[in-house]
């Protein structure tokens, strides 16, 4: 084809393109070329037809054929040659210009992600290395291909972007090394690329090609990098290096726990539990290892499953337990048991501090006559959990309306009246009411129970009965402390009592309550509560809307379950209900009778929980202090004293303010957690933010924390080939991006640019070449010679 270029006098290098000198404009020339188009068909028209009838006289009809098919010819040959002629006139020459190959950018990532082996990949080399042996492979074969279409500028980009030049790329290649470790530390691939556009704004090129695992850690992403290259122009190609499949990544959080119990207690500890890359890559039910531990002891240990999906992340609930024992201060680790590969572990674990308090309990009974759930209920209380010093872990005060002037003398426990004074009431921890007439108290001793419950946080258990609990306090003070509607309640009838059996059954709630835990391992605790021998005697109310529903029993028939056992939040107290007043024959459990005793024992040191904590402190917190961008930040907000805690579920509001603009969000309360109260935001912008707490007002310093969103900063953390966000910005740019080893196809298929102009060329003409002077004589001969052939003049 060069040949062919320089033979017919268009041969020389650099960009070319033609012009013309004919002045008429083109609507002028195009009308003059088919006015002389109709004329010369009409003249030859008529000489065709003439010359046809001489030849319809000869005899042979192939020669009449063979002669029309010629004389056809006689007008393209006109027209031909009025063409070559008309090309003449127009004056056409070639503009050219003096030109150089496009440049063609090669980047290559040196930074911290670049040192990794993939050993998946089934090379030893580490992700650097193979990009070098890639490009300088049988001696730099693909180096020198490109080199002939472009012109080839190496750069190496990390923290910073660094030009090698475009001398001797091989000789650079083979002399490059990875970053120094101040500069690898993170990635600026958007950055980089976006600085390295705005430097190539005044020269042309063809394309950038990248060769890159795609991690971006600081600065702008990629795809603000491929918006730039759009709008310039430059196409973006990427050659992925490394492994697409996710590293593996454990990283516990928002851990929750009681920081103060009793001895005895089962203090159960609640988490949450990340895996990055886990079900992306990973099969369906993912699961991973977490233990309790002080310090090399393990107390529990559960295999959680990663059934939640977060962004990139599977996500699971943690939830161990212990049995408190020892009283003192204690200091435990949650800890993800790290999984084959996993080179991040700082996330791997949280402590928890955990306070065991040895603190005497006072219970107040008040009841109306001796059932046998008061007096199973008073035997147990009384006997309390002896401590090695002998002292009870309850204080018990009994209350009989229906009782003897020598009961109280008779019983240690016993007092001959309820409080008089407020006062009194106040000094308790735990209030029980069975089946007591409220007649039998004064209307302000009513609305002492009610300040017992609303201001001093104080805990009140509600035992039902056939005479007076819940049907007699209806319009008393007492009946808004109730968490059952007793507009819609159904009581049982005297003749029914044992005709029909009333199952107890755990609801979700219920199965989370630390205190209905009767076993030490939670699955074994739904079988021991179904086998609870069954009640006969049930109040069916429905409960309130914000009342938490811990057992019910099933009425079949498509009706809802009865409540048994239910609680709920009112003022800076607790109220525990019970349907029924048969708790008694739970003492009767076929695996023992210590499951009865564990129930009761367990509820009220719950209920009693508040004396605990008597400090006012309120405390806002994060589950971190920085955040890599897109990571959601829980928040967590926690009353030492449950009495300062709202009663509400979303009565605690935070204030967020960053950058000068403020945001604000309102928090719920944890599942059966009083005096804890989460939430938590997505996707907040970078930078750094104080939250603080808006309402309620804490009565001391004003509780505040501090957190930072900033790009990730630990390259180390995430290693996998980002193929997906190069595969965006390269088809936002026209270009394409796959892995190392297709690097062959890739280049085959790169863009061949635009040439750089450096200087403009003396025109060429070409409208008076001999090949148009020859064109134009070949087609006058060839018309004069079919004209003779014919007898035409």
Known sequence: MRQLSRWLGLDGDGERSLQYSWPLPAWLTILLALATAVFVLRCYRSQIRAALNMHDSQPSSSERRRARRWLRLLPLLRLGSLAVLAWMMFGASWRRYETDLPELLLVVDDSQSMAQVD???????????????????????????????????????????????????????????????????????????????????????????????????????????????????????????????????????????????????????????????????????????????????????????????????????????????????????????????????????????????????????????????????????????????????????????????????????????????????????????????????????????????????GALVLLSGPHFLPRAWRETPLEPLLPVDLGNAEFPHEEALLDREWPVRLTLLGADAPHLQLSDRPEDNDALWRKMPPLYWLVRAPAKPDVRVLLTAPRGDGQPDSPVVCSRYYGAGLVHFHATDESYRWSAHPAGRQFYARYWLQTLRQLSRAKLGESDGVELATDAERYARGQSVRFRVKFSNLRAAPAESDGVLLSLESGGRRRQLRLQRSGQRRELFEGRLDELPDGSYRAWLADPVSPGALPTCSFVIEPPQSEQTRLRTDLEAMREAAKETGGRAVMLPQLDDLLDDLPSGRQLRIRPLPPQPIWNSWWAAAALVALLTGEWLLRRANGLP
Do not use: C
């Open 119 to 457: 050993g998946a990949e089934g090379s030893p080399a580490n992700r650097f290395e193979q990009v070098r042996q890639r490009l300088l492979d049988d001696d730099g074969r693909r180096l020198r291909r490109l080199s002939q279409r472009y012109r080839l500028r190496l750069l190496f980009l990390a923290d910073d972007l660094r030009d090698a030049g475009a001398g001797d790329i091989q000789k650079a290649l083979r002399q490059a090394t990875l970053a120094p470790t101040s500069r690898r530390a993170a990635t600026r691939l958007g950055d980089g690329l976006s600085e390295l556009l705005a430097a190539q704004r005044t020269r042309t090129t063809a394309a950038m090609l990248v060769f890159t695992d795609g991690v971006n850690t600081v600065g702008r992403s990629l795809r603000d990098a491929a918006d730039d290259a759009k709008r310039r122009g430059v196409p973006l190609w990427f050659a992925g290096v490394g492994s697409e499949q996710f590293e593996q990544d454990l990283r516990l959080a928002d851990l929750v726990y009681p920081t103060t119990v009793f001895p005895g207690d089962l203090a159960q500890l609640h988490a949450k539990l990340y895996l990055q890359g886990g079900r992306q890559q990973g099969s369906h039910g993912d699961t991973a290892m977490v233990q309790l531990r002080d310090g090399d002891r393990v107390l529990d240990e559960v295999e959680v499953a990663l059934d939640q999906q977060e962004g990139e992340r599977a996500a699971g609930s943690v939830k161990l337990s212990y049995r408190a024992e020892q009283p003192g201060d204690h200091v435990l680790s949650v800890v993800a048991v790290a999984r084959e590969g996993e080179r991040n572990l700082a996330n791997n674990q949280v402590q928890a501090e955990i306070s065991v308090r040895d603190e005497t309990i006072r219970v107040l009974m008040l009841q109306g006559h001796p059932s046998f759930d008061f007096q199973f209920l008073r035997n147990l209380l009384s006997q309390g959990l002896r401590r090695d010093e002998g002292d009870s872990a309850f204080a018990l005060t009994t209350v009989l309306q229906d009782s003897d002037p020598e009961y109280a003398s008779q019983d240690a426990h016993a007092a001959r009246v309820f409080p008089a004074t407020r006062d009194e009431l106040m000094s308790y921890d735990v209030l029980i009411i069975g089946d007591a007439d409220p007649g039998g108290l004064s209307q302000s001793q009513q609305e002492d129970i009610v300040a017992f419950v609303e201001q001093r946080g």
